[in-house]
Nanobody
Framework: QVQLVESGGGLVQAGGSLRLSCAAS????????MGWFRQAPGKEREFVAA????????YYADSVKGRFTISRDNAKNTVYLQMNSLIPEDTAVYSC????????????????????WGQGTQVTVSS
């Protein structure tokens, strides 16, 4: 079982930056691929970024590529999402998720492929 807790959300002006953190419990955090997803009001949850268990492979939605960076610190059981050049369309609840397959070469990009989820953190970008 993995428990995930996000932090770092808030209100920021367009063009600003935020760094989200996702702290995980459990000894096997370093073995999980991790993902960030977001859900805006009235919209479906969408993929934002994902990272392999080693941190050697990263994936991004086209809408955030070049602006967001996903990273992880396995020693701290934490995955990060650095968000720069924020725009109002980035406003959403951001959630991190853990893939239950240990040491997998496959990095999931769909929310239904993840078993463990945090409660989410609100990001609001004002224009």
């Amino acid at each position: 079982q993995v428990q995930l807790v996000e932090s770092g959300g808030g209100l920021v002006q367009a063009g600003g930056s935020l760094r989200l953190s996702c702290a995980a419990s459990g000894r096997t955090f370093s073995a999980y691929a991790m993902g960030w997803f977001r859900q805006a009001p009235g919209k479906e949850r969408e993929f934002v970024a994902a990272i392999s268990w080693r941190g050697s492979s990263t994936y991004y939605a086209d809408s955030v590529k070049g602006r967001f960076t996903i990273s992880r610190d396995n020693a701290k059981n934490t995955v990060y999402l650095q968000m720069n050049s924020l725009i109002p369309e980035d406003t959403a609840v951001y959630s991190c998720a853990a893939d239950p397959r240990l040491y997998s070469h496959y990095v999931p990009l769909r929310p239904d492929e993840y078993d463990y989820w945090g409660q989410g953190t609100q990001v609001t970008v004002s224009s």
